[in-house]
């Protein structure tokens, strides 16, 4: 049984010009130790599908309908106080501005002891013991603990994030942008530890982020959302080297690439839908150079291209000639001219 | 060789803070210096573009800031155009300096008045310059927004920063910056704040209209893999130092020295079949305060001996086109 079963989420939003539609029915699974990737511009929805998973939503959302099947049970039925009592037991989140996420007025043990005496039922003396445990296992001067976190530097706010988010154990934990604001060398350290920490533990991760690299490098598998659906999803070999979705192969045309600088950049034109009235059909339809007739009409769902990897196109059968043809610069720059 | 062929000529350029403790006196003598820039040295020929990188508090928008004369170094000397901007107060020079030199800014949601339609944000350099007509500087208005495809232009005139989206926005400052047709220009960070999906169109854009008015550009940049698309010439500092410059395709290829290495290893490879290996150097950057002697990346190196600790190291030439400041390699 996988530890993580998501059917057809659907997590909306209420505003004053209607009712958006930020995840509008994702499904995927997640096996106990497993690393998924979810990948995809800002405002797809990826980070609602994280607060939506552990529930910790904006006043304004409300998840609309699917379920989320975590270890056997079902949490979107779950009343507050109930998921209260699983979070960071077993599952916990690293926010995206982790670095901001420590309380400014209390030295960073402060939020150790909470975690550890109020959810792991610690007491005091246990809990700073199980706190130094952490920092030296994040890489961290266990005689910092004392600290408060404008003394530490950005990366080891960020260690020190990771290492609460670790602190009871938890079987699953979701990575929201965790590297985002580093630079490169702290950003490749701290990827590194969540890594090796994650396969010596054992842990199912979830990892947010809008950087195709970051993934390829920490994720078996790679989920890649547009305007709240998903795409395509897949091993992170079948995404990065066989995609099989025009967002995809777009995308992928728009990174910087060290290593293949020969290599032009090309841009996926237009911006995504407005989600409070989502178009009929494909969503990706107005940006994409290899739409046809039926995409505006019907919606196309995953459909499975080899075992395991998943794309939702209507032109699959074709996708040999779309990958070729992806590659030029002229089909992306005549798509909506 | 002849000097005219450099715009930009930096020497032993520096730039140093004095922090106090003190809230209510701005410097007291017992106060802490801070070393942002110290002591860069480059040429940019012109037409050419060079990409400053490095790990943030580096000083790389210090540098950028002293090129466009928003801060005023310390030491060290700066030929603009042949002529020595460093302590010049003649407003007609500088007044003429500001009209060639321009920059872009980081973060576009921040950097254009949200009470002014993009008409009159654009509207603005001109009527500061005292640039023609009225009419000729809504012509100039118009041809300026075409020019960043931001097409037809009378659409966007009338329009506020809030009705465009963040890569038009870009276009607005970039377009901003271009109106009073510079020779000079610096992007720090320009597309950093951006969606990955139009990064590339806003790149592609800079590079084309740079190649048109043969500008010259200075980017200012953590991403390598940006720079190694945008620029020429590549200078990587540390703490205010330059360790390696050179030309991009060059440095990028055959970095030698230490920080040079790691920042390239760490660059994460989009190849899943390729995995990244771990950056050698420990420890995190020292505070730029009161620095010790000898080599500035002294306590992280992995290859440091004890000359390291005792000798700063200068730039020396490896080949043509390849300048490293390291005693080891």
């Known amino acids: 049984m996988p530890l993580l079963e998501i059917e057809d989420l659907k997590v909306y939003y209420r505003s004053f010009v209607g009712i958006t539609h930020a995840v509008d029915g994702i499904s995927f699974t997640l096996e106990a130790g497993q690393s998924l990737g979810l990948v995809g511009e800002s405002g797809c929805g990826k980070s609602t599908v994280a607060r939506g998973i552990i529930r910790i939503m904006d006043r304004n959302a409300f998840i609309a309908g699917g379920k989320v099947i975590f270890d056997g049970e079902d949490l979107v039925g779950f009343s507050e106080d109930r998921i209260r009592n699983i979070r960071w037991r077993d599952l916990s989140l690293i926010p995206q501005a982790a670095m901001d996420s420590l309380n400014p007025v209390y030295p960073v043990i402060d939020a150790f002891n909470e975690i550890l005496t109020l959810k792991g039922r610690m007491d005091l003396c246990s809990a700073k013991r199980r706190a130094k445990e952490l920092f030296l296992m994040v890489g961290l001067d266990p005689k910092r603990l004392h600290d408060y976190p404008h003394e530490f530097s950005g990366g080891m706010k960020q260690r020190a994030i990771i290492a609460l988010a670790l602190a009871l154990n938890p079987k699953l934990i979701i990575a929201d942008e965790p590297v985002t604001a580093l630079d490169v060398i702290v950003q490749n350290q701290i990827l590194t530890e969540i890594k090796r920490l994650q396969q010596k533990f054992k842990v199912a991760l979830i990892m947010i982020t809008h950087d195709i690299s970051v993934v390829a490098q920490t994720c078996d598998i790679i989920a890649v959302m547009y305007a709240g659906k998903l795409v395509e999803k897949g091993t992170a070999v079948d995404i990065l080297k066989n995609a099989a979705h025009p967002y995809t192969l777009g995308l992928e045309n728009a990174f910087p690439n060290l290593n293949n600088p020969n290599k032009s950049l090309i841009a996926i034109e237009g911006f995504p839908p407005n989600l409070v009235n989502p178009p009929k059909g494909c969503r990706f339809a107005s940006r994409c150079p290899f739409k046809i007739q039926e995409c505006q009409q019907k919606e196309p769902i995953l459909k499975e291209v080899s075992v395991g990897h998943y794309s939702a196109c209507f032109r699959l059968n074709e996708i040999e000639k779309i990958r070729e043809k992806a590659r030029e610069e002229k089909t992306w720059t005549t798509a909506n001219s | 060789m002849d000097n005219s062929q450099f715009l930009i000529q ?42 400053l990188a490095g790990e943030s508090g580096c000083g790389k ?64 350099p001109l009527i500061i310059q005292h640039n023609g007509s009225g009419k000729e500087k809504e012509d100039l208005v118009k041809h300026i927004l075409s020019k960043v495809n931001l097409q037809p232009a009378k659409n966007y005139l009338e329009k506020y920063p809030h009705q465009l989206s963040g890569g038009q926005l870009q276009r607005v400052v970039l377009a901003r910056a271009l109106i009073t047709k510079p020779i000079f220009l610096v992007a720090d960070e320009p597309v950093s704040m951006l969606d990955v999906s139009i990064r590339a169109s806003v790149l592609n854009l800079m590079k084309r209209i740079s190649n048109e008015m043969e500008l010259t550009t200075v980017y200012i940049s953590h991403d390598l893999a940006l720079i190694r698309y945008m620029c020429h010439g590549i200078a990587i500092m540390y703490l205010g130092k330059i360790v390696e410059k050179g030309l991009t395709k060059e440095v990028i290829k055959n970095p ?54 005792k000798v700063e190291p200068k730039m020396k030439k490896i080949n043509e086109n390849h300048w490293l400041a390291c005693h080891i390699n």
Do not use: W
């Open chain 2, 256 to 309: 030698c020295h230490p920080y040079t290495q790691a920042l390239i290893a760490a660059v994460p490879n989009s190849d899943p079949e390729i995995k990244n290996e771990e950056v050698k150097i420990k420890n995190y950057v020292p505070s730029p305060i009161n620095l010790p002697p000898g080599c500035i990346f002294q306590n992280r190196c992995p290859i440091a001996t004890e000359i390291c600790f």
């Open chain 2, 61 to 124: 928008t210090t540098t950028g800031k002293m090129l466009l004369k928003l801060y005023e170094p310390t030491e060290g000397t700066y030929f603009f155009n042949d002529i020595d901007m460093t302590h010049t107060y003649d407003r007609k020079v500088i007044k003429s300096f500001r009209k060639q030199a321009q920059l872009m800014f980081q973060n576009p949601f921040e950097a254009i008045n949200p009470r002014f339609t993009i008409g009159r944000t654009l509207m603005e």
């Open chain 2, 10 to 51: 930096v020497k032993g350029l520096k730039k140093h803070f004095t922090i106090s403790h003190n809230l209510f006196r701005q410097s007291s003598k017992k106060g802490n210096i801070l070393k942002a820039v110290d002591g860069v040295s480059f040429k940019i020929a012109r037409g050419n573009s060079l990409g």
